[in-house]
């Protein structure tokens, strides 16, 4: 038996609840998005402090594509002027920033405003904030296999470190801990593979909400978690 009595390494976060949030102030939902991407920075400071070492948050799944084109063109233009705003304060924060998802269907100028983001990080070796925007699990596992079949890799090759590889995630480890905010408790195709061993912590507190005090609570929780990773 392990005790996990320690800060997790890796922290992951389903970002729920931004659209209850404006609906309970009688506001459009896209203002629930953009005070949702005003607790980003925030919190990633909080968990910094904390001493966590990468942090992933849920931004954009594949299949929000399917809300109203409105809500998706207004999420967009959210994306590009956060990374403007944002990059720089995060670099000067030593913060390195990742994408995890899908780059093929971002538009040209957006998908050029996250390498220049990523490229200008690159060398920081604070925390590593990974960004899973346009991402699915599922979708991740499908890509995955269409490249090792593009490859010709020999099926008596392939296991679980070699699989692993072909993953978005390749560069960071598997989360410790997957956090939910806005009180649903599923896992909404998000990293199905990387969390088979994570601990998830959910919570009621809608995401524009979550902020310190719920982020020492979701910690408290963990370091009272026993991982045994299958063992006894």
Known sequence: MTESNHIPVHVAIIMDGNG????????????????????????????????????????????????PVAEVSGLLGLLGRRIDRETQALHEDDVRLLHIGREDRLSKKIGQKVK????????????????????????????AVRQIAKEGVAVDSIDEPLF??????????????????????????????????????FTPVLWPDFGSKEIEAALSEYSRRQRRFGGI
């Not at 005070?35 to 400071?45: C, E, L």
């Open 116 to 143: 220049d983001a990523v490229e200008l990080t690159r060398s920081n070796t604070g925390l590593t904030l990974c960004l899973a925007f346009d991402y699915g699990g599922r979708d991740e596992i499908v890509q």
């Open 20 to 67: 209850r949030w404006a609906q309970e102030r009688g506001l459009p939902r896209i203002a629930g998005h953009k005070a949702g991407g005003n607790n980003i920075r925030p919190v990633v400071r909080v968990f910094a402090d904390r001493g966590v070492r990468y942090l992933t948050l849920y931004a954009f799944s594949t299949e929000n594509w399917n809300r």
């Open 164 to 201: 692993e590889r072909y993953l978005y995630s390749r560069v960071i480890p598997d989360p410790d801990l997957l956090i939910r905010t806005g009180g649903e408790t599923r896992l909404s195709n998000f990293l199905l593979w990387q969390t088979a061993y994570s601990e998830f912590y």
